[in-house]
């Protein structure tokens, strides 16, 4: 037996008594501290009223997916979705006073 082993064993044995004071006083605590704790368990929210938000969420996102479609098809029905490639050229066409080239760019220079 090596000195390690020497010093980390119990030097006597644990008697049966001893084990059931432990399991006993160890049953006790958990009692006690459930009893303590027994009134944070205890809330006044109705049975099942977890899935509440949850419902109300879905609901919300339903109604505004619905909402968002019926525009769509609206604007869709109205033209307003038709030849979208012409109407980026339209975009282009518009005059109005350049305010991103600097005034050296325009002239030729260099910065």
Known sequence: MNKLTRHTRRTRPQTASQRSKF???LVMTLVALFWLVRPALAHEAPEGSEWVM?????LSFILFAGAALVVFLLALKAGLLSN??????YILDIEEEDYYTPEWAETGGDA
């Not at 949850?54 to 879905?58: G, T």
């Not at 979208?84 to 050229?89: F, I, T, V």
């Open 23 to 25: 399991i006993t006083s």
């Open 54 to 58: 949850a419902d109300w969420m879905f």
């Open 84 to 89: 979208l490639e012409d109407a980026k050229y």
